[in-house]
């Protein structure tokens, strides 16, 4: 059974199989309105289970319109509504769950509970951000970077800020894929060292560079995310604006990449904190391309986890 919990845990050809399905479905759906059924239906009779623990507007509604687009029906569940939320067990959830749906997505906390819902459901289980990774954004952000700019074998990503989720995500991809990722972020917020290493050892360079404007030299992408994100406790807030701000990716940091450098952000943004709107709505920003690259990256993960 095809489970979709990480990026470092899904092989390579599996990985770039799933970019190519996800573009062909993509060119597919041309100029055609967003509710019409696509002209293959491979999840017709499929019920898929979205749980959300955590707030969400991108994940949520583009995986629901994916699984409808290819036949599939859905249901967006809030885990706070459900048993879960009030004392009923991760593995007995999963037991119950998998005698109703076809396939589960989840949006939790603690990577462990995600894990622990894979290993007791009987159906597959895709990881819709956790604390520690977010697999389905960083799939739909290399359907956006190839889509610009081609392969990113041998590319330098700058990701600026706090080395968070999906920081992880990025270098697992850069492993996987065989790009060079160069963090510049405050020491108390580096990438997750387990994700560093990985990458490295799939032969990555990885860098660690105080310095933004010294880090951004010859990037091909820069990519940042949010300072709070929704694990961090709100106490830490006023302290990470604080360690974050000579982080921003502005006009400046832009300047320092190559001319023709992507700006990426995976959305919620905060106008003019990790980024301005200047680089945000600029001509380098792809960051509503990446929104609407969720909708057929994910569409390509659902098909390869039913093997459909
Ligand atoms: N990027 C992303 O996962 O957005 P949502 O939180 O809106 O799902
Ligand atoms: N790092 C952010 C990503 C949101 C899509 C968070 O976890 O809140």
């Not at 055609?32 to 949520?60: N, V």
């Not at 032969?203 to 961090?232: E, K, Y």
């Not at 990426?264 to 001509?283: F, I, K, Q, W, Y």
Request: with cysteine; hydrophobic share 40%.
């Amino acid at each position: 059974m095809n489970h979709f919990l990480d990026i470092d845990k899904t092989s390579p050809a599996d990985l770039t199989a799933m970019i190519r399905n996800a573009r062909a479905m993509k060119d597919a759906r041309i100029g055609k309105p967003k509710g019409m059924a696509d002209a293959e239906q491979p999840l017709a009779g499929r019920m898929i289970a979205l749980i959300f623990e955590k707030p969400s507007t991108r994940t949520r509604i583009s995986f629901d319109v994916g699984a409808r687009q290819m036949g599939g029906e859905t249901m967006v569940l809030s885990g706070k509504d459900m048993q879960l939320g009030h004392g009923e067990s991760i593995a007995d959830t999963a037991r119950v769950l998998s005698r109703y749906v076809d396939l589960i997505m989840l949006r939790t906390f603690d990577e462990a509970t995600l894990l622990e819902m894979a290993e007791h459901a009987t159906v597959p289980v895709i990881n819709g951000l956790t604390d520690t990774s977010h697999p389905c954004q960083i799939m739909a952000d290399i359907v956006t970077y190839e889509e610009h700019r081609g392969p990113l074998k041998g590319r330098k990503f700058v990701w600026s800020g706090d080395g968070n989720n999906v920081c992880t995500s990025w270098l697992h991809a850069a492993g996987q894929f065989g790009f060079d990722v160069t963090f510049t972020g405050p020491e108390t917020l580096d990438p997750n060292p387990r994700a560093v290493e990985f990458a490295r050892s799939k032969g990555s360079n990885v860098v660690i560079d105080r310095d933004p404007l010294r880090a951004a030299q010859g990037a091909d992408a820069i990519v940042t995310d949010t300072w709070v994100s929704m694990h961090d406790p709100e106490s830490a807030r006023e302290r990470r604006h604080n360690q974050l701000r000579p982080y921003q990716v502005n006009g400046a940091m832009m300047g320092e990449a190559k001319p023709d450098a992507l700006f990426m952000h995976c959305l919620p943004a905060h106008r003019n904190e990790e980024a301005t709107s200047e680089v945000m709505d600029g001509p380098q920003s792809v960051i509503f391309d990446e929104s609407e690259n969720r909708l057929h990256a994910q569409k390509a993960i659902l098909r390869w986890c039913l093997g459909v």
